[in-house]
């Protein structure tokens, strides 16, 4: 993280930045007074930017349970007239959607920006969503920047865009804009105002009655779309081939047209504001145009928008062709609206927009790359780290469901342990959807005995999880005396988007301390039965979990251990294998150590024809000690 050149009070310096840091200054440069998040890549790091300086800079920054909560907090800030940002994930916009279309309608007070990283080609989500779809159907205004520069420009701009307007404005973000680095000149930090309030007269509603305000305020988004400074053109004045393009893939589509050597015939039209579409600023360009090629990620929202325009004005415009992912001229290997837009797909468009062949590598330079390349690696696996206790954990599942024998039902989500559902988890996950979802079905699940249903059901959920969205879920199932299991493997961090705190980590955002709130007492709070287990005493977790499957009604186990990647987890032992005692092959447990097992740190000695651990991987939790059937592996200290 850039802290130095993110707190840099030098107005003109240029430094280099993330693109999620560039977001954050720009938020900074805006006069931010409340930034509220939950983690999820590729979106994290702009409120751990934030965060970072918060005190320094007199701002306030939280992460808060969920999105819905980040956003309603951020818009009571912004309700009392301060200037506020909230930031998600894809997946997270979903989750905050109901009250963002409610929050479009009575408007707000001082600016606010509703920030949305996108994730083309899936790099660290479940799915490709494309958030501008809901952006549209919410009547909010939504930019998408082009580059880092231009993410921290268009931030800053859009705060001041929403206290013109009176509505949230969206920036979407993707994956190659958030995770790139870029040069961003800096522009004077301004701090937070000094007083919070609400004037007495101030409402904020959402009734029906509004809905024509809220289009009132769309179309003013609209009229200043069209001389907006995020828009830009390049080419000729009357180019009959134009490239409308959004997001990343500016920079893709003006290094083909250079490298084609058509810059005097293609132009290329940037649009930096989305929604709603600056038409005056698009019909001017259509006017001229002959062929229309879209450059966008993943779906064709553009070019779908821009042909429902020129179907209005048809008539005057005369035919043009449209080209596109809507129409399969852009795509990549697995289709027009899969994976990402990359520099090779966005030339290969363009090049067969203007009819020139582009050969990107010399057929002498392939077979120099020919002849120098190695063999294929064999693909690697996604696997639990080395000593993480969600492995034990389902170990202990998955042998708890084995012995009760009526073929129980292992449900999931999102977290680390979405791996549950895949081989390093004995593919124990039944299902993997939303976030807290696996506790809904499970209280489903569990009132269908009447209907011939009678399978145990278990219901696995991460520690942050719990807080973000399983207690409405876990208080249906108590309500309704359905019969579950909730597992909650408590690893005391939300892991996999990169340690951020959460409310039973004692600490906030900030890092200051904060009051943990336990998971068992929300748990008991509900009248539920509770037990807390150390997964890694996976004897004693078996037991556990098949003593609970039989059993009436919803309860909960917490498997609390600590990640191993946590910096204050220091190895205390290690694993070593007695060559004397392990036989190899011959054990007769099909190298159940590390082929069924499969800890990282768990190797096969081909040479020895034993198992050996990795004394640089292991990280000394012993579980492979307890499942060792010869006894072979044993814990020493470390000194």
Known sequence: MSLHALRTADPGRTVVLSGNEAIARGAMEAGLAYAAAYPGSPSSEVLASLAALARERGFYAEWSTNEKVAMEGAAAAAFAGLRAITIMKADGLNVALDFLTSLAYGGTNGGMVVVVSDDPGAHSSTKEEDTRYL????????????TVEEAKEMTRWAFDLSEEIRLPVVLRSVTRIAHARGSVELGALRSPPGEARVDPGARFFTTSALHPLLLQRAAAARELFETSPFNAYQGPADARRLIVVTGPGWTYAVEAVALLGVTNAVGVL??????????????????????????????????????????????????????????????????????????????????????RPFEPRTPEFRRKVEATALPELPAR????????????????IKAALELDGRDGVALGDIGCYTLGSMQTGYFTLRTVHAMGSS??????????????????????????????????????ARYNDSRLLLVVLDNSTT???????????GRSATGEPAPPLPIEAVARALG????????????????SVYRLLQTEGAKVLILR???????????????MVDPERCIGEACGCARLCNRVFSCPALVWDRAGGRARVDEVLCAGCGVCVDLCPRDAIRLEEVA
């Open 495 to 505: 892991a996999m988007t990169g340690h951020q705190p959460h409310p039973g980590t």
């Open 135 to 146: 952006v549209r159907a919410s009547h909010l205004p939504l930019l998408e920047p082009t």
């Open 270 to 355: 940037k649009l930096g504001t989305t929604w709603p579409l600056p038409e005056r600023l698009l019909l001017s360009h259509l006017g001229h145009a002959r062929e229309v090629l879209f450059l966008e990620e993943i779906e064709p929202f553009i070019e779908t928008e821009v042909k429902a325009l020129y179907a209005q004005h048809a008539a005057e415009l005369g035919l043009i062709a449209f080209l596109g992912k809507a129409s399969g001229h852009v795509a990549g290997p697995a289709g027009p609206a899969i994976g990402e837009l990359t520099p090779e797909i966005v030339i290969a468009a363009v090049s067969a927009l203007v009819g």
């Open 561 to 575: 251990s600590p990640c191993a990647l946590l910096p204050w987890v220091k190895r205390t032992h290690r694993a």
């Open 528 to 543: 539920l039965a509770v037990e807390i287990q150390d997964p890694l005493r996976t004897s004693d977790t078996v037991e």
């Open 439 to 476: 506790v809904g079905l499970a209280s489903g699940f569990g009132k269908l005995a009447a209907l011939g249903f009678h399978q145990p059901v278990v219901s696995v959920v991460g520690d942050s999880t719990f807080y973000h969205s399983v207690t409405p879920a876990l208080i249906n």
């Open 381 to 396: 696996a996604l696997a639990f780290c080395a000593g993480c206790p969600h492995r034990a954990a389902f170990w202990a």
